[in-house]
């Protein structure tokens, strides 16, 4: 008995001990089997980047998958202080000002319908602007805009096939040209814009290409066609009741919206034509005159998504106020378009008979947002009600397989590579707009949710949760192979026009009351480390980072002001300061660098004003002791 | 004791058993670190610095280039190596004056060209890094181009007359 009592104890010991060890345990059950597959050793890396719209942050956040970890920020649209972007001089110049912008859809640029890894665009939805984010370096190089004439972009940017296009449509329509005018006069005076925007082949840059005057409906998101439907964008409404308030109720009514198909290569065909108005530095075309360039055709119940699935065969709209996915057949709508089977026209744009275009509808379930696909033949739609995922096959006899719950609230999807021609079929991502319980509580500012949902078996997978930062909308997977970033520029290309490359090189340039500083950063130093002006100067610090090993950033950041900047290897930035007042002035580097980074730093003596100073003053070569 | 307390102690003497056995698996479980831990390689074979790049002849033992040793001047200065070296002078890092006839060619390839592995493994990089509190950058030379620096450094040192010391 004693002995029994004995072994009873000691076994419960064990196995309270055994459960104490996670990494050891005998059981665990299928969460162990979905933290396997989202596990990713130390040192090791991720198989896909991930790209997360920021939204009213204004950036993009960088994710690796499947390990969900958060990898870093480029700052697009708002100042980011660490690294000065809107501090130096080049940042400050490109966000023109504006320090906030809504960071909507990420789109990767594609060659042949698939990601090609070259540049990454985004929205401002409501500065009607579009950045460039080259995947070289990471680093916004191009704001395009404001666009002129549109108020907000939405259905932004949504590139074409190979890159051709960028699109922006209004969300909200205004008097184009914008004039003093009664809102009353809405449906008379208002008008929506779609714009084409073209892409440098070569660099990617931005350049205005068209645009359309269309009737003063919400233009809400947007696709490209791909394979036969290539050359169309396709842009979804609602509103089409055009109302001016209430709009809840009020554009609500309609039994049906519409979708604009947009004939990219007809509209730049006809304004390369000169068929264009010029109305506030923009060649805008009135369909009402010019015929051939873009069509309409209904869709049920305020849709906003509109997807192109892989084949572009087929054109997936979710109407947010049914239950249902409208299939659209492409092919149909081109005989339509080619028989000039039109039904009406609203505004000059001719309107295709619904029945002559529907191919299925797919009863996903309430509130279906967005659509996203698969390599085997499955679509994918976000249902914001019903909290879920939808999945279902595309093409006959179109039905609804599978469902997984998201938590909370789920809009956009990301599946991997998922509206290319070629997707991967591993992963989805719900992109959740509420994330409530899930998370340690941080008060009432919640961060955002999304998971990570494994699409390889037959039944969808729950297999991470995440919290992201405001507030993701639409976002990219993209294979981590088909990315090759720098580590460091290589200084014999740095062309930037005050970079200096030799430590001779070093100077202090005056004329008038500019000061221009030719600065070298190296560990553990500035050259020059004094720098003499007078009272009033405009001062410029060109600061060159002479280094070339991996991830050895310098700052440089000057106390008692809103100046610093990091400089990375072998870039050039330029910093202004104004030399307010007589007295000195430190400045150190604000990226911790080597075992010497307090060392590094510099004094800025400013004179009393009128000091007579040499026009080119170089630093004193000094020895250590 | 009474016979309550003698079945907690044995209860407890075979708990603890079993913990002491568990954590000899454990160590398996946790698994050691593998790989890129710093070698303190001080007694490797070579010089009686212990550095296996610094045996045998020193670089300047043999005559310059002048041809290279132009692109290597040039190199010199537009790799940003003067940002911290100069010769005559100590700067953030040593006086260059003499270094092809301290070094041997392949300890000073090595130091242009992979200065990280260097401040770990090397035990004259090792203590160049204590005494100078930084690791040498690597500026991103290629092999030919660190040739270059390096029969600039031996005709610098044999214009200025020095002669090879030997390995300490």
């Known amino acids: ?625 | 004791m009474n016979r309550l307390d003698h079945v907690v102690a044995g209860a407890l003497a075979c708990t603890l058993a079993c913990v002491l056995a568990l954590a000899v698996t454990l160590a398996g479980c946790g698994g050691a670190p593998s790989g890129g831990t710093a070698k303190l390689s001080s007694n490797a074979a070579g010089g009686r610095s212990g550095s296996k790049y610094d045996s045998g002849p020193r670089a300047g033992a043999t005559e310059a280039d002048d041809e290279m040793a132009e692109k290597g001047e040039s190199l010199f200065s537009t790799k940003g190596c003067t940002a911290c070296h100069a010769q005559g002078r100590r700067l953030t890092g040593p006086d260059l004056a003499g270094v092809s006839m301290r070094r041997t060619q392949t300890w000073l390839e090595h130091q242009i060209l992979d200065p990280a592995t260097m401040a770990q493994e090397d035990p004259i990089a090792r203590e160049m890094m204590a005494t100078h509190a930084l690791q040498m950058p690597k500026q991103g030379l290629t092999p030919d181009e660190a040739k270059e620096v390096i029969e600039f450094f031996k005709h610098h040192d044999q214009e200025a007359g020095l002669a090879p010391v030997a390995a300490k």
Request: charged share 20%; proline share 7%; net charge negative.
């Open chain 1, 1 to 625: 008995m004693k002995r029994w009592f004995t072994f009873a104890v000691a076994a419960v010991a064990l196995a309270w001990l055994g459960m104490q060890v996670p990494g050891c345990a005998t059981t665990g059950g299928g969460w162990r089997a979905a933290a396997e597959k989202v596990y990713v050793k130390p040192g090791e890396h991720d198989t896909y980047y991930g790209f997360l719209s920021g939204g009213h942050s204004g950036n993009i956040f960088v994710y690796g998958f499947p390990s969900c970890r958060y990898i870093t920020t480029i700052p697009v649209f708002t100042p980011e202080p660490a690294v000065g972007y809107g501090y130096d001089e080049a940042s400050k110049e490109m966000l023109g000002g504006r320090t906030w912008g809504d960071a909507h859809h990420p789109g990767l640029s594609e060659t042949g319908g698939n990601y090609d890894g070259r540049w990454l665009f985004i929205n401002d939805m409501v500065g009607a602007r579009i950045a460039r984010i080259d995947l070289k370096d990471f680093k916004t190089r191009q704001i395009f805009g404001p666009i002129p004439n549109l108020s907000a972009a939405h259905a932004c940017p949504f590139p074409t096939p190979n890159t051709e296009y960028v699109f922006a449509a209004s969300r909200f329509s205004v008097p184009v040209p914008n004039r003093p005018t009664k809102v009353e006069d809405y449906a008379k005076e208002f008008r929506g814009i779609i714009a084409g925007i073209k892409v440098a082949p070569t660099d990617g840059t931005m350049s205005m290409g068209f645009e359309i005057l269309m009737p003063p409906f919400a233009w809400d998101l947007a696709d490209a066609g791909k394979g036969p439907s290539a050359g169309w964008t396709f842009f979804t409404c609602y509103n089409s009741e055009a109302a001016f308030d209430s709009l809840e109720i009020k554009a609500s009514q309609a039994e049906m919206d519409y979708i604009a198909a947009v004939d990219w290569r007809a509209a730049q065909k006809a304004v390369d034509e000169g068929k264009a108005d010029m109305i506030g530095g923009a060649p805008v075309l009135d369909p009402a005159k010019v015929k051939g360039i873009v069509y309409l055709f209904p869709v049920p119940k305020s849709p906003h998504g509109v997807d192109v699935d892989p084949s572009g065969k087929y054109i997936c709209a979710s109407g947010k106020l049914q239950a249902e996915v409208s299939v659209f057949s492409y092919e149909k709508f081109a005989a339509a378009v080619a028989g000039a089977k039109f039904e009406s026209e609203i505004q000059g744009v001719p309107v295709l008979r619904y029945e002559d275009v529907i191919e299925a509808k797919v009863p996903v379930g309430l509130g279906p947002l967005h659509t996203q696909f698969d390599d085997k033949g499955y679509a994918y739609t976000s249902l914001f009600l019903d909290s879920q995922i939808a999945k279902w096959k595309v093409g006959p006899p179109w039905d609804v397989v599978d469902k997984i719950d998201a938590y909370y609230s789920i809009g956009h999807l990301m599946a991997s590579e998922g509206d290319t021609r070629n997707p991967t079929g591993d992963y989805v991502v719900a992109l959740n707009k509420l994330s409530k319980d899930r998370y340690l509580n941080v008060g009432p500012t919640h961060p955002e949710a999304a998971q990570l949902i494994d699409l390889r078996g037959p039944k969808m997978e729950l297999l991470y949760d995440f919290p992201t930062y405001l507030e993701p909308h639409y976002a990219q997977m993209i294979k981590a192979e088909k990315l090759k970033p720098i580590t460091v520029y290589p200084l014999e290309e740095n062309t930037h026009a005050h970079a200096i490359k030799r430590a001779e090189d070093a100077r202090i340039e005056r004329k008038g009351n500019r000061v221009d500083v030719y600065m070298l950063a190296v560990r553990t130093h500035f050259t020059p480390d004094i720098v003499r002006v007078n009272e009033g100067d405009d001062v410029y610090f060109h600061v060159t980072n002479l280094e070339q090993d991996d991830d050895i950033a310098h700052g440089f950041g000057i106390i008692w002001s809103n100046c610093n900047m990091q400089i990375e290897p072998g870039e050039t930035k330029t910093m202004h300061w104004k030399a307010e007042k007589a007295g000195i002035t430190p400045f150190y580097c604000s990226n911790f660098c080597s075992a010497l980074h307090q060392e590094m730093q510099g004094f800025i003596e400013v004179n009393p004003r009128g000091t007579p100073v040499a026009a080119l003053q170089r630093p004193e070569a000094k020895s250590a002791p």
